[in-house]
């Protein structure tokens, strides 16, 4: 399982690695297009979607080490703490792709803006 856990990590670097070349090429299109202003707002946008997932992924490998490969009491607590922690990030990144808090969002609103 310590295998799987890694594995999840690179994938999770990985992902934030791919997210950054993908948002600089979102970031240069607009530029194009748009200008600045909108680059800019594209590139927050798109990575910031990128760490949310880079994010989870990295919690889901924390807790796959935690909870299969060494579940001790102090492990478990310092897991406790990095949820908390990616939590708060991951929170606050949505407050600042959207412009608002989730619980704010319109009720039929599916869509993802990029």
Known sequence: MDLVARI??????GVLC????WSVVVAA???????????YQKV?????GV???????????????TVAVAPTLENVAVLGVIVLIRTFL????QIEIEGRVPWKRSAG????RL
């Open 90 to 93: 991951s929170f606050s990144l």
């Open 29 to 39: 299109g607009a530029w194009r297009r748009e200008g600045g202003t909108a680059a």
């Open 109 to 112: 609103r599916t869509d993802v």
């Open 18 to 21: 791919a997210g950054l070349l």
């Open 51 to 65: 760490l949310l997932l880079g994010l989870e992924i990295l919690v889901a490998a924390d807790l796959i080490r």
């Open 44 to 48: 927050r946008a798109t990575f910031g």
């Open 8 to 13: 999840f990590e690179y994938i999770g670097v």
